[in-house]
């Protein structure tokens, strides 16, 4: 079972940054890849970053490539997400998780439960 307690979410203008934490516990067997979802709304939750712990491999939506970075930080099990440029389009409930595999772009709902661990979701707000 794994436990990740989000943080770092808030309200931004347009082209500022944010940065979130998720702290990671539990034992994490067959959970080498911690990864952000973002959702809004009636739309479908969708992964913009993930890492995988082990190896240091990142992978990003086009949306968000260029702007968003993730990372982990073993010593403190935890992953984050560091958000720049950020625009009103980024506005959503941000999810960490901790998965065997990553997942970028939509994923239908029917798959949620069964990628990985969630965390309980941050609101990130940006402004125009």
């Known amino acids: 079972q794994v436990q990740l307690v989000e943080s770092g979410g808030g309200s931004v203008q347009a082209g500022g940054s944010l940065r979130l934490s998720c702290v990671v516990s539990?034992?994490?067997?067959?959970?080498?890849?911690m990864s952000w979802f973002r959702q809004t709304p009636g739309k479908e939750r969708e992964g913009v970053a993930a890492i995988y712990s082990s190896r240091g491999s990142t992978y990003y939506s086009d949306s968000v490539t260029g702007r968003f970075m993730i990372s982990y930080e073993n010593t403190k099990k935890t992953v984050y997400l560091q958000m720049n440029s950020l625009k009103p389009e980024d506005t959503a409930m941000y999810y960490c998780?901790?998965?065997?595999?990553?997942?970028?772009?939509?994923?239908?709902?029917?798959?949620?439960?069964?990628?990985?661990?969630w965390g309980q979701g941050t609101q990130v707000t940006v402004s125009s």
């Open positions: 539990g034992y994490t067997y067959r959970r080498n890849c």
């Open positions: 998780a901790a998965s065997p595999r990553h997942y970028i772009g939509t994923m239908p709902e029917e798959l949620l439960s069964d990628f990985g661990d």
